[in-house]
């Protein structure tokens, strides 16, 4: 990808999504951009081509582009490659491995790294949610807006949304007899802090993950792959013929994939970290532009970190 021209005169960032076309948020320019990217990959398109793609600025591209991903468009593109994702399957490191990388000093901290998750009761299953208040908010996330709710519990449900009815309307039909309060409780506030990068000023800085609570409705099995998916640490990959060997049922390769895209939670639980054993993404409940702003995001930060740490 070639370089931008010389600079023009700064706008702040807030501005850019009422000046630069279509009232698109910034995410949705990204996303524009990285279908851009892969629609175009073989022939390597300039920044040039791929700002007025979006309707920006070569500068102001750059310049969005980089504040989100936390690097250029041109290092962003190879974490977007099938090589890279293929990879990432035939090496993949252990949870030991990152734990050591991330700064956590051996094994007895380990559980650092793990969301909690309490199943919800047989009746509360079978009632759909009768007797539950669940809290509901919508919030902003480097991937476009995302709704959560909660119970008393903990967070029952994270989506990225486009629609707020819509979105809604799906949280209702899961938990129909549940009564619903706009607002937003300790739970969603914790869990929203995942988005925010370790070290960014202002705001609430990221919680530990083990302090993150999620109060889930589903099947034994389904909490079973939900809890393994936590096991992928960030910036890995692993196939869905993986996950079902990890779980001691080899040939439950397809019952695995159901039960990873019935997956209420987006993000905190990684079913975006799940791809085919061939490196191609696969399909993903908020969709696979998303899905590989997702793996590419992930990569260029733990990369980012890697080369922080080692003073480059």
């Known amino acids: 990808m070639s370089k931008a021209s010389t600079p023009q005169s700064t706008i702040p960032l807030s501005t850019l999504s009422a000046r630069a076309g279509h009232?698109?948020?910034?995410?949705?320019?990204?996303?524009?951009?990285?279908?851009?990217?892969?629609?175009?990959?073989?022939?390597?398109?300039?920044?040039?081509?791929?700002?007025?793609?979006?309707?920006?600025?070569?500068?102001?591209?750059?310049?969005?582009?980089?504040?989100?991903?936390?690097?250029?468009?041109?290092?962003?593109?190879?974490?977007?490659?099938?090589?890279?994702?293929?990879?990432?399957?035939?090496?993949?490191?252990?949870?030991?491995?990152?734990?050591?990388?991330?700064?956590?000093?051996?094994?007895?901290?380990?559980?650092?790294?793990?969301?909690?998750?309490?199943?919800?009761?047989?009746?509360?299953?079978?009632?759909?949610?009768?007797?539950?208040?669940?809290?509901?908010?919508?919030?902003?996330?480097?991937?476009?807006?995302?709704?959560?709710?909660?119970?008393?519990?903990?967070?029952?449900?994270?989506?990225?949304?486009?629609?707020?009815?819509?979105?809604?309307?799906?949280?209702?039909?899961?938990?129909?007899?549940?009564?619903?309060?706009?607002?937003?409780?300790?739970?969603?506030?914790?869990?929203?802090?995942?988005?925010?990068?370790?070290?960014?000023?202002g705001g609430t800085q990221p919680v530990p993950l083990s302090t993150i609570k999620l109060h889930l409705q589903g099947t034994p099995f389904q909490l079973k792959v939900w809890e393994s998916l936590l096991r992928i640490p960030e910036g890995q990959l692993r196939s869905y013929g993986h996950l079902a060997h990890a779980l001691g049922q080899p040939k439950a390769s397809r019952a695995v994939g159901t039960a990873i895209g019935s997956n209420p939670v987006a993000f905190l639980i990684p079913c975006h970290r799940v791809i085919q054993a061939s490196g191609k993404l696969g399909g993903y409940r908020w969709g696979p532009t998303r899905k590989s702003a997702l793996i590419a995001w992930e990569a260029a930060r733990l990369h980012g970190r890697a080369a922080e740490a080692g003073g480059e």
């Not at 009768?130 to 996330?141: F, M, N, P, Q, Y």
């Open 23 to 201: 009232g698109q948020t910034n995410y949705q320019r990204i996303a524009l951009a990285i279908d851009f990217l892969q629609h175009h990959f073989t022939r390597q398109p300039s920044l040039d081509e791929v700002a007025a793609a979006v309707h920006l600025s070569p500068f102001h591209f750059q310049r969005l582009f980089t504040e989100w991903a936390g690097v250029s468009p041109k290092k962003f593109i190879q974490y977007l490659s099938l090589n890279y994702a293929k990879g990432l399957l035939q090496e993949p490191r252990s949870l030991m491995e990152t734990a050591h990388s991330a700064g956590l000093s051996g094994s007895g901290r380990l559980h650092d790294l793990f969301v909690k998750i309490e199943g919800m009761t047989p009746g509360e299953y079978r009632q759909g949610g009768e007797g539950l208040t669940i809290r509901h908010s919508v919030a902003d996330s480097p991937f476009g807006q995302v709704l959560v709710a909660s119970t008393d519990k903990g967070v029952c449900h994270l989506a990225f949304e486009d629609e707020t009815t819509k979105a809604l309307a799906e949280l209702q039909h899961r938990f129909p007899k549940a009564s619903y309060v706009a607002g937003q409780d300790a739970h969603q506030r914790a869990a929203l802090t995942i988005f925010r990068p370790a070290g960014e000023t």
